[in-house]
C-alpha cells in the first residue's frame, strides 16, 4: 500500500517549469539536428510535454534501460533492454528522464551514446533527488531540486502504477 502524502509540484507548477525548459532548448538548438530521446517508461509524460513546447524540428526515439543488481551493491549494472532506432552519428541528442537518483541510468546511457558518435549529447530532467547521487552525471537542463523522497506521478511509478498522476507526489509505502 502507498500513501500519497504530499504534492511536491502540481500540474501548473509543472507546465510552467516545462515551457521554461523548452523555450531554453528551443534557443540552444536552433538550426541544429535534434533527436530527443524519451526513457522509458518514466519520462514518456515529460517527454510528450516538452517535446509540444518546442519552437524548433525534433525527432524523437525511445530508450529502455533496466538495472540488475541490489540498488547499494557495488556491481549494480545497467542494460538497454529496448534501444533507439536513430543514428545519432553526428546529431546533437538529448536524453530526458523525470527523475534522476543515484544518476547510475544516464551515466551508463551516457556512455554508450557517447560511442556512436553524436555531435552533442546532453541531458533534461525534470526532478534532481541530488543527495542520492553516486555518480556525477552533467545535467544540461534541470526542473527542479528535492530531498531524499519518494515520488510518483507524471510518468514516475510505484511498482507500475501512478503513473497517470498528472501531479508529482511524495509517497509513504505501508504494508
Ligand atoms: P538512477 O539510475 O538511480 O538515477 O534512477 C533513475 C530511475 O529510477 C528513474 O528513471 C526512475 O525510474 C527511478 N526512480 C528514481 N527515484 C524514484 C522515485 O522517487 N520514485 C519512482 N521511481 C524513481
Ligand atoms: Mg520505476
Redo the contacts with the bound molecule.
Sequence with gaps: MIEIREILFDERTISKKVKELADRISNDYAEKDLVLVC?LK?AVVFTADLMRCLSIPVVIDFVRAA?YGA?TSPSRG?VITKDIETDIKGKYVLLI??????????DCLLKKFRERGPLGLETVVLVD?KP?RTVEVPLAYKGFEIPD????GYG???AEQYRNLPYIAAVEITK
Excluded at 149 to 152: E, M, P, S
Design positions: 526513457i518514466g538495472s540498488s545497467i528522464d523525470t527523475i534522476i537518483d543515484t544518476g547510475e541510468t544516464l533527488k542520492r523522497r519518494f515520488v510518483v514516475v511509478d510505484c
